[in-house]
């Protein structure tokens, strides 16, 4: 009888891939081979990130045993090892996966395409996991910690050390820590700080003399001019709103409209809205963040609504005609 069940010898070298990974000798040529074993074979990939999910889990965030690299002669971004590449919560296995990059220097840039979060331990301790589509520039001295977020979004779990402050900047935008966890992602709107353990000093360098202070469980929006406080409870809640650490996309009274834009910041496939009257409906939920085409089909159950999949690139949400809804 036939079976859909991947063949053990795929399970065991995803293993031994792991393995090899985590050893500390991870080499460019390793690189390489490994990323030929994964195209020949669209399941070894899920098989690569469920072997990985009990090492390392971006919520719980526990700092794995860090091997550090031998200190660089030239450029240090060409010396990083990969750790290895993980999918957000081990039981969704979504796509967005995680690359772990060990032994970086001082300075440095990171960048994310559409579907990659990337976790970076730095060399003073603290951790970032950046978000999908993000842009950052890393900057390590004895007297500071400095981050430019150019683009996107990342969580910084902050390691303690009151001589160098830790900033993120974006734009105007300043954000500073000593030994706490918050995130900072660039909105249209402004920039958005989501503090979830200590506190977190922000401002705007166009008035520095406003300084806001922001605690565990609030959250806060800055513009250049403007300083918008959200306590605890308030709009959606901070973890809540950082579940794409776990591969999910927690919906909490998100409008249509601004939930296709959540799931279009992770899936090539994007979401679009034809008909403008439906944009504004709000919905709660939990979903995987790879994963429009299970949002579209919920969207189904709970609206009057017609999913339009004959575009591979797309998923059109629009109202139903009567006809539809009598079929």
């Known amino acids: ?3 859909d069940e991947t063949p053990m010898s795929d399970r065991d070298q995803a ?9 500390g000798n991870w080499s460019e040529a390793d690189e390489a081979v490994l990323q030929a074993w994964l195209a020949a074979d669209p399941r070894r990939q899920g098989l690569l990130l469920q072997t990985q999910a009990a090492w390392m889990l971006p919520d719980a965030m526990r700092e794995p045993d860090v091997v550090e690299a031998p200190e660089p002669a030239n450029d240090t971004r060409s010396k990083w ?6 999918g957000g919560m081990a039981a969704a296995s979504v796509a967005a996966f995680v690359t772990v990059r060990t032994g970086f220097s001082r300075d440095a ?8 979060i990337r976790r970076v331990p730095l060399d003073d301790g603290s951790i970032m996991t950046i978000n999908s589509g993000s842009e950052l520039k890393v900057s390590l001295s004895p007297r500071a910690r400095e981050i430019q977020l150019l683009q996107g979004e990342a969580w910084f779990d902050v390691a303690k050390d009151a001589e160098r402050p830790f900033i993120v900047a974006s734009g105007p ?8 966890a918050f995130s900072v992602r660039k909105r249209d709107e ?6 979830t353990e200590g506190v977190v000093e922000t401002w705007s360098d166009q008035d520095a003399s406003r300084r806001l202070t922001v605690t565990a469980g609030e959250r806060a929006v800055i513009k250049e001019w403007a300083l918008v406080h959200y306590r605890e409870g308030d ?6 709103a950082l579940a794409w650490r776990n591969g999910m996309i927690d919906l909490n009274g998100t409008t249509l409209r601004e939930a296709a834009d959540e799931f279009n910041r992770y899936n090539q496939r994007q979401i679009v809205i034809s008909d403008p009257g439906i944009a504004g409906e709000q919905f709660d939920g939990l979903f995987k963040l790879d994963d429009p085409m299970g949002f579209a089909q919920t969207l189904k159950v709970t609206l009057p609504v017609a999913i339009d999949t004959s575009d591979p690139s797309t998923i059109r949400i629009a109202r139903s005609t009567e006809a539809e809804l009598q079929k």
């Open 190 to 195: 402004g920039v958005e700080v989501l503090v």
């Open 15 to 23: 293993a031994d891939w792991v393995a090899r990974m985590d050893s």
């Open 235 to 240: 709009n959606t809640p901070v973890d809540r």
């Open 109 to 116: 840039e990171f960048v994310t395409r559409v579907g990659e």
């Open 173 to 180: 935008v300043r954000a500073k820590a000593v030994g706490t």
């Open 1 to 3: 009888m036939a079976t």
């Open 81 to 86: 090892m990969r750790r290895g590449v993980l």
